[in-house]
């Protein structure tokens, strides 16, 4: 599985980032990076990190540093997304990190931002029109820390329930404007609608 994960040029602080796996396993990593979290809960080996020349410049060295003997880095270049053309830009690097029917984890932690949007609409098109396997997309919530404890504890969503809402929605509307209900079908066969 490939994780691909982007970094900006905020001032990330050591907190120690927490996700509960689907077994109840608690996975918890103390680092300023999600990145770094991120790869070693999932023990991913390759992750495509999506940075600015800046964000590189900054914070470059030091999470090759934590991911040493972790995982092998590749750098995609992305402008800052200033602009719906950069925005454009943004998708097509993302598009360029995934082979198709490749299994996938994105952190959209370090997102600057309107970033996770675009990489949820691209997991989306990712998904259908190459047939990539959307495993985990994971958002370190910094914001909601417990500062109680040192270090912090920062909790990380898994998004991909949400994100499968694109699915459900495809599929009932399917149902709506066709009548064809062989996808609704096949969702409802493998699990219950989200917050139906």
Same mark, same amino acid.
């Given at each position: 599985?490939?994780?691909?994960?982007?970094?900006?040029?905020s001032?990330?602080?050591?907190?120690?980032?927490?996700?509960?796996?689907?077994?109840?396993?608690e996975?918890a990593?103390?680092?300023?990076?999600?990145?770094?979290?991120?790869?070693?809960?999932?023990?991913?080996?390759?992750?495509?990190?999506? +940075?600015?020349?800046?964000?590189? #410049?900054?914070?470059g060295?030091?999470?090759? %540093?934590? *991911?040493?003997? =972790?995982?092998? /880095?590749?750098?995609?270049?992305?402008?800052?997304?200033?602009?719906?053309?950069?925005?454009?830009?943004?998708?097509?690097?993302?598009?360029?990190?995934? +082979?198709?029917?490749?299994?996938? #984890?994105?952190?959209?932690?370090?997102?600057? %931002?309107? *970033?996770?949007? =675009?990489?949820? /609409?691209?997991?989306?098109?990712?998904?259908?029109?190459?047939?990539?396997?959307?495993?985990?997309?994971?958002?370190?919530?910094?914001?909601?820390?417990?500062?109680?404890?040192?270090?912090?504890?920062?909790?990380?969503?898994?998004l991909?329930?949400?994100?499968?809402?694109?699915?459900?929605?495809?599929?009932?509307?399917?149902?709506?404007?066709?009548?064809?209900?062989?996808?609704?079908?096949e969702?409802?066969?493998?699990?219950?609608?989200?917050?139906?």
């Open positions: 599985m490939r994780l691909i994960t982007f970094l900006g040029t001032d990330y602080r050591e907190t120690c980032y927490v996700w509960t796996d689907a077994q109840g396993r996975h990593y103390t680092t300023p990076y999600a990145t770094v979290a991120s790869a070693r809960a999932l023990a991913v080996t390759d992750i495509a990190v999506l +940075a600015t020349d800046e964000a590189r #410049a900054k914070h060295a030091a999470l090759e %540093r934590a *991911l040493e003997g =972790v995982a092998t /880095l590749t750098w995609v270049r992305i402008p800052s997304g200033a602009n719906e053309t950069e925005m454009w830009e943004i998708y097509g690097a993302l598009g360029g990190c995934v +082979a198709p029917g490749q299994e996938i #984890a994105l952190d959209v932690t370090h997102g600057f %931002r309107s *970033l996770p949007l =675009v990489v949820l /609409l691209a997991a989306g098109f990712l998904r259908v029109a190459r047939k990539v396997k959307v495993r985990h997309i994971f958002y370190g919530a910094y914001d909601a820390r417990d500062e109680s404890v040192t270090p912090s504890r920062t909790p990380v969503f898994d991909v329930p949400m994100f499968e809402l694109l699915e459900w929605a495809n599929a009932a509307d399917r149902f709506v404007r066709q009548g064809d209900a062989r996808d609704l079908a969702l409802v066969r493998r699990e219950t609608p989200p917050y139906a």
